[in-house]
């Protein structure tokens, strides 16, 4: 996928400091697209957690500390953490607004087991009250290991505020949310209530090249979450979304559009209990692999990225945004894990603070989309994340970087892994409002939950044939 640099890009560049126009020279240069992986539930996957301490394998990263942290039990017990590679996932810890907030304990940061028990007090059988304090490992997580084992690390990404998925999902999609500040109050009539930031994207031209203006797609297997904006996306509905399987074709054929957000299937493999773990792995693998093992890795950056905390523990005191909004949701929520998968973004360890309504100050610095008054004020002074690329480097070839191969958690795993166990389960809040998505005509067409089966075993096939392509092509050279 060529890039063209003209003399548009000279004007641009002269009304900068010298540091700051080669910052985004190199970013103009090199990054055509995004990929934006976003899953549903976060620090269940205190993945890098593990990373860090005596002996291990990046003492750099802020991770679990040495010894591990403990949090007071209502009866004066210290409860440590602990690892949970074993636990049955048919579990959920209470995540909203309140939860959070008892378990920040007004910065203090040891409320995470009291509140548990609290919230949970009226379940029979009571859960383990250690849930909060557990973490997993590589044995649960192979593939965001291994791409950590490759690529950055953002250990200081911070959820936008102490919530629940959808104040946290409409922070990234939209950098401000509306007046539901949780997740288990129903949307409206009319659906969320903000803007999301692809309408914004929409109507700017790319400022440094000639055409048309900025292109988005939203990929998807069961259903997208963009959903929920009920107006927004019937209009989009036969233009900006499509299966995840095309994703792979638009991969190889270099057709990615500017911004690509995947979702995960929510139903089956999003990352939230009682969903395997393993296929929530699976899905990330297939995806990163669509990406490096086609033609589209050269100018693609991926951003995997979580949601919210979940209900679990955290040493890290998360901080103050750098400007209040509307809202004013301070501090911002607990942290969440996050990647930067691009060829310019090899092994390291960026600390820079983000919060998710750094994609809008990311999408502001590198097209010069311009957010106006419903996007609020916080994104204005959130950090970017284009330090996590150093396009003065090497690149890193086309290849397989999830190791799926050497992953027994993950390799020749069945996506009914699990399914059939759940049949004569409760639905959660989740699944139990998405009825509400598709009343309106225009979006029966994204509502695909009776086809995710064939759409993620398309997914599969095709990015196994990428690889072994990319295999026959590598050998090809080497026989030359």
Same mark, same amino acid.
């Given at each position: 996928m060529p890039t063209h640099h003209g003399a548009d890009d000279d004007d641009f560049f002269k009304k900068r400091s010298a540091s700051s126009a080669k910052k985004t020279l190199i970013v103009e240069k090199f990054f055509k697209a995004w990929g934006i992986i976003m899953q549903a539930h976060s620090t269940r996957l205190l993945y890098l957690d593990l990373y860090a301490g005596p002996g291990t394998y990046e003492a750099d990263i802020d991770g679990l500390p040495e010894p591990p942290a403990t949090c007071p039990a209502s009866d004066g017990t210290l409860v440590s953490q602990w690892k949970m590679d074993d636990v049955d996932p048919n579990y959920n810890l209470p995540h909203d607004r309140d939860t959070m907030l008892l378990g920040y304990a007004d910065g203090n940061m040891n409320g995470f087991v009291t509140a548990f028990e609290s919230e949970t007090a009226s379940q029979t059988p009571r859960p383990d009250r250690r849930l909060p304090m557990g973490y997993y490992t590589r044995e649960t997580f192979p593939v965001l290991y291994a791409l950590a084992d490759r690529f950055t690390v953002c250990d200081h990404w911070f959820a936008s505020m102490l919530s629940s998925t959808w104040p946290n999902r409409k922070y990234f999609h939209s950098a401000t949310r509306d007046a539901d500040a949780d997740t288990q109050i129903l949307p409206g009539f009319l659906g969320f209530r903000t803007s999301p930031v692809y309408a914004a994207l929409e109507n700017t031209p790319d400022p440094r090249r000639d055409g048309p203006c900025l292109s988005w797609r939203c990929y998807f297997s069961d259903l997208p979450f963009l959903a929920f904006w009920y107006g927004f996306a019937a209009t989009h509905a036969l233009t900006n979304f499509s299966h995840v399987a095309q994703f792979v074709d638009d991969c190889r054929e270099g057709n990615l559009p500017h911004v690509s957000v995947i979702d995960p299937p929510y139903t089956l493999a999003d990352d939230h209990p009682p969903h395997a773990p393993a296929l929530g792995e699976k899905f990330i693998g297939l995806i990163v692999d669509a990406v490096t093992t086609s033609q589209?890795? !050269?100018? /693609? @950056?991926? &951003?995997?990225? #979580?949601?919210?905390?979940?209900?679990?523990?955290?040493?890290? =005191? %998360? %901080?103050? %945004?750098? *400007? @209040?909004?509307?809202?004013?949701? /301070? %501090? &911002?929520? #607990? =942290?969440?894990? @996050? &990647?930067? *998968? !691009?060829?310019?973004? !090899?092994? =390291? *360890? $960026?600390? /820079?603070?983000?919060?998710? /309504? $750094? #994609? @809008?100050?990311s999408l502001n610095e590198r097209w010069e989309v311009k957010f106006g008054d419903e996007f609020d004020t916080r994104w204005s002074k959130a950090n970017s994340f284009w330090d996590c690329v150093d396009c003065n480097a090497d690149p890193l070839p086309p290849g397989n970087y999830t190791d799926v191969k050497r992953v027994s958690p993950v390799a020749g795993l069945d996506w009914g892994t699990g399914v059939y166990a759940r049949v004569g389960d409760e639905l959660n809040k989740f699944e139990a409002l998405l009825e509400r998505i598709f009343v309106l005509p225009q979006l029966k067409a994204l509502d695909q939950r009776a086809n995710v089966f064939e759409i993620l075993t398309s997914l599969e096939h095709k990015v196994v044939t990428q690889k072994r392509m990319l295999r026959y092509g590598s050998a090809s050279e080497g026989t030359a």
């Open positions: 589209s890795w !050269s100018d /693609t @950056a991926i &951003l995997i990225v #979580f949601d919210e905390a979940g209900g679990f523990y955290d040493h890290v =005191r %998360p %901080p103050q %945004p750098e *400007v @209040a909004n509307r809202w004013d949701d /301070t %501090p &911002l929520g #607990f =942290r969440v894990p @996050a &990647l930067i *998968v !691009s060829p310019y973004s !090899s092994k =390291r *360890v $960026s600390h /820079t603070v983000y919060d998710h /309504t $750094s #994609f @809008a100050k």
